[in-house]
C-alpha cells in the first residue's frame, strides 16, 4: 500500500520523540553511557569519525543539532522568546557541560536543574502544538519518546515498590507497553513493512518480561542500549525489519516453525483431512463405485480442507513472519544467575 500523504511529517516526529528523551538522558549528570566509541584507538581532533565512533561528548551535541532541526522542520519551536526552545536546550546543555568539566557540582546540580525544566516545558509544548496540528504526528512524538525512554530515561536502581517513574516497571511495565502498543497499531500504515508494528511489539512484550525480573535486569544494560537503537531504526528511520533475517535463517529456526505448526494443529488436521477427502472422491469417481452418500460426504470435506487452507495460508505466514521477525530484531540480556 502506498504510503500516506503526511508520512514524512509523521516519521519526523517519531524522530523527535527519540530525540527528546536522548538529549535528555545524555545531559543527564546520572544518566546511562550511551554509545561512546567502540574502537578503542588514539584520535586527534581533526579526524572525521564515523557515527558510532563519535565520543560521548560530540554524540551530545549532534543530538542537540537534530533536535533543532526536527523542531524547526515540524513548526514547535517558537516559545514566544527570542531563542525557540530547542535553541535555548542546547545553550543551556552547553552552559551544563562546562560546568562539568570544571567539575562543579553545585553549578552542575542547578544548570541540570535548569535544562530539565526547561525540556519538560518543551516537551508540552510539542504535544500541545502536534495535537492541534495532526493526531498521528502527536502520536508520532509520543511512539519515539516512549520507545527511546527505557534506556534514556532508566534509573535501574529504583526499586519496585513503591512504583517511581524511571523505574524498570514504569518504563516497560504493562501500562506503559500496552501504550506503546496501542500507538504502533495507530501508525502501522506509516512504517515501510506491515510486519515492522507488529515485530516492534512483540519485542517489546519480551522486554516487558525482562523488566519483570530481577535476575534478568542485573545484565541488561547493553542489549538495552542495542534493542532502543534497533526500534529507533524500524520505527524512524524505516529501516526493514526483513533485513534483520540472516541467510537461511528461516530455515534454521525451527523452533518458531515448531510453535507455529502446534498453534494451527486443528486447521493443519482439517487440511489434510480435506485433502485425503479430495484424492479419495477422485478415485471413487474415477472408478465409479463410489456411493452418492459417499461422494456427497467426500465432496463436504474436500470444499472445508480447501477453503480452511486458502483462510489459514495468510494467517500463518503472517504469524510466522511475525514471530521470525521478532526473534530477528530482539536483543535479550544473557541470563543471570539464579538467587541462592
Not at 515485530?199 to 525480573?213: F, K
Amino acid at each position: 500500500m502506498p504510503a500516506p500523504e503526511d508520512a514524512a511529517a509523521v516519521l519526523a516526529a517519531v524522530r523527535l520523540g527519540w530525540c527528546m528523551a536522548e538529549v535528555r538522558g545524555r545531559n543527564r549528570p546520572d544518566g546511562p553511557p550511551g554509545s561512546a566509541a567502540k574502537v578503542a584507538y588514539f584520535r586527534n581532533s581533526h579526524e572525521l569519525p564515523l557515527q558510532f565512533e563519535r565520543t560521548p561528548a560530540e554524540s551530545r551535541i549532534a543530538a542537540q543539532a537534530v533536535l533543532i532541526a526536527l523542531a524547526g522542520k515540524l513548526r514547535v519551536e517558537s516559545n514566544g522568546q527570542l531563542l525557540g526552545y530547542s535553541q535555548e536546550v542546547n545553550s543551556r546543555a552547553r552552559d551544563l557541560a562546562e560546568a562539568r568539566n570544571h567539575a562543579d557540582q553545585q553549578a552542575v546540580a542547578e544548570r541540570w536543574n535548569s535544562l530539565a525544566d526547561l525540556i519538560y516545558d518543551f516537551d508540552a509544548y510539542i504535544q500541545d502544538t502536534l495535537s492541534v496540528q495532526s493526531d498521528m504526528q502527536a502520536g508520532g512524538y509520543q511512539l519515539g519518546r516512549a520507545l527511546a525512554e527505557p534506556y534514556w530515561a532508566l534509573y535501574p536502581e529504583l526499586p519496585d515498590n513503591p512504583p517511581q517513574w524511571g523505574s524498570w516497571l514504569s518504563l516497560l511495565g504493562p501500562e506503559r507497553c500496552d501504550e506503546i502498543e496501542s500507538l504502533l497499531g495507530r501508525l502501522s500504515a506509516y512504517m515501510p513493512s506491515p510486519y515492522t508494528a507488529r515485530a516492534i511489539a512483540g519485542s517489546v512484550r519480551m522486554w516487558q518480561q525482562v523488566a519483570a525480573s530481577h535476575d534478568l535486569r542485573v545484565n541488561a544494560g547493553a542489549k538495552l542500549y542495542e534493542q532502543v537503537c534497533i526500534w529507533h531504526e524500524l520505527a524512524a528511520l524505516g529501516r526493514d525489519p526483513d533485513t534483520y533475517i540472516r541467510a537461511y535463517q528461516r530455515l534454521r529456526n525451527s523452533r518458531i516453525l515448531n510453535q507455529a505448526i502446534r498453534f494451527f494443529w486443528g486447521q493443519i488436521v482439517l487440511i489434510a483431512i480435506g485433502v485425503a477427502s479430495l484424492v479419495a472422491l477422485v478415485v471413487l469417481l474415477g472408478s465409479g463405485s463410489g456411493t452418492a452418500v459417499v461422494n456427497t460426504i467426500l465432496s463436504i470435506l474436500a470444499a472445508a480442507g480447501v477453503s480452511t487452507a486458502g483462510l489459514s495460508a495468510g494467517r500463518f505466514r503472517r504469524d510466522l513472519n511475525t514471530d521470525l521477525l521478532t526473534a530477528a530484531i530482539t536483543k535479550l540480556p544473557p541470563q543471570s544467575p539464579a538467587r541462592p
